[in-house]
């Protein structure tokens, strides 16, 4: 039996990759559509036009060159039975505009959607459910157990409840969760005298079990002091040492972006348009969802926990057994969630290490561009919980309940014009956290040597 697939979702990345997960006709080019049969070989629509689908998006200059050729190799490949026709709309008011054209009788069919636009979207009735073709996809359900668990639950949402429960209607995929990674300027390292090594942290900790502490490298043939640290500086011979296979600390990351700003005048060291990866860190999130039996809650809601003072906790690396919290075991190395932390006993605390809150990830973030003079938080008493006996035990008792920014990177509006990765490939920052899909850019526009490494 065949299917006829009329679609709206939220994505084109599933419709090129995944075999035609998705096909839909354009409303106003008279075409019907196409087909897809048993075996999901593409078929031509039965009045032999060619299917039209109209695709919105938006994002930088490398962006629109990387759909493009998707796009263009696309059409090649289904040519006389599907033809994407791609748009790159300006990001300014972009969630207005594309409602009024999905409203319209001759909008796009497949197009991006702001997270903060998303629901009320459904609601409207303007996405369709695509939860049917997502469970059909081996390649979606590959990649979700395989890549980013849990990531398709963001899109499931049932506008009657309001809630995102696990088995609620999915009506987007994922765009383009490309793993981040940490991109940096080898000439401005060595403009600072860093020496760059290449160890995994296997390497690292069965060097050190055998009993090594220092091993040869490519400028110091009398050997470097052995450490499970991405940033670090030899102790005997006072060599500043980055290992671009080690993700960096927070405090690393400042540390390194400071000495390479020394080295290079006017430049900056660091920079990460998103927070977010600062939250994730330490397993927490701007807003969580937190399931309740309470009838008038539709079984959850929403809570805005971008300020939770609270700590996080991870599961030692030496619990065997792990910890088990409100029936949900978690093994080494997981972060408890945001609900099941809070029930922790004080024996279950110690088989943890602690993590930063919330609100310590977040202030870490924006004190990356804030000037050295300029006050980012103040904690006072009343905001802590009972874990800590003092605002000195917060931040540290130097910081007084206060903390500056770091001055180690350029303010997100400033690099409008270049956008982020213009920006490290003209010099202008060291140290740039950005997704892999930015190799091909990096490599055609950057002059100076440059590699990449984990995200901290």
Do not use: H
């Not at 971008?306 to 409100?326: M, R, W």
């Not at 029936?327 to 110690?350: F, H, I, R, W």
């Not at 973030?365 to 003092?390: H, M, P, W």
């Amino acid at each position: 039996m065949s299917k006829f697939i009329k679609i709206l979702s939220v994505v084109l990345v599933c419709l090129m990759l995944s075999a035609c997960l998705f096909a839909c006709g354009g409303k106003d080019d008279g075409g019907s559509d196409i087909i897809i049969d048993d075996d999901g070989n593409v078929r031509p629509s039965p009045d032999g036009k060619e299917t039209v689908v109209k695709f919105w998006g938006w994002g930088e200059s490398g962006e629109k060159e990387v759909f493009e050729r998707i796009v263009n190799e696309f059409n090649e490949k289904y040519k006389g039975s599907i033809k994407v026709r791609y748009t790159q709309r300006p990001s300014n008011n972009y969630g207005e505009s594309l409602r009024t054209a999905l409203l319209g009788s001759s909008g796009p069919d497949v197009v991006y959607v702001q997270d903060n636009y998303f629901k009320s979207y459904v609601t409207s009735g303007l996405l369709k459910d695509i939860t049917s073709y997502v469970n059909e996809s081996a390649w979606l359900k590959d990649y979700e157990t395989t890549m980013f668990p849990n990531t398709m639950q963001r899109y499931k949402y049932n506008p009657v409840t309001t809630t995102s429960n696990a088995d609620d209607p999915i009506y987007a995929v994922p765009k383009d969760l490309a793993p981040t990674a940490l991109y940096y300027n080898k000439n401005m390292m060595a403009n600072a005298g860093i020496e760059i090594i290449s160890k995994s942290e296997a390497e690292v900790k069965a060097a050190l079990a055998e009993g090594k502490k220092v091993w040869a490298t490519k400028d110091n043939a009398n050997g470097l002091e052995i450490k499970i640290k991405a940033y670090y500086t030899d102790s005997k011979m006072g060599v500043k040492v980055f290992n671009n296979q080690i993700p960096m600390s927070w405090a690393e990351c400042v540390e390194l972006s400071r000495d390479i700003m020394a080295a290079n005048s006017g430049k900056y060291g660091f920079y990460s348009e998103w927070w977010f990866n600062y939250g994730w860190t330490v397993g927490g999130d701007c807003i969580e969802y937190i399931e309740t039996d309470d009838a008038a809650y539709n079984g959850g809601y929403y809570k805005f926990t971008l300020q939770d003072a609270s700590k996080n906790y991870i599961v030692k690396d030496d619990c065997a057994e792990g910890v088990t919290v409100n029936g949900k075991t978690y093994n080494a190395g997981e972060v408890l969630s945001y609900a099941d932390k809070q029930l922790l006993s004080d024996e279950q605390k110690e088989k943890c290490n602690v993590l930063p809150s919330m609100r310590e990830a977040f202030t870490e973030f924006v004190r990356l561009s804030q000037g050295s003079d300029t006050i980012v938080d103040t904690v006072k008493q009343s905001d802590l919980t009972n874990e800590y006996a003092s605002v000195e035990d917060f931040y540290g008792a130097s910081a007084k309940g206060q903390l500056k920014g770091y001055a180690i990177s350029p303010n997100p509006t400033t690099i409008a014009a270049d956008g982020k990765n213009g920006y490290f490939t003209s010099g202008k920052v060291g140290l740039l956290v950005t997704t892999m899909s930015a190799v091909k850019q990096v490599r055609a526009n950057m002059k100076d040597d440059w590699d990449v490494a984990p995200m901290l």
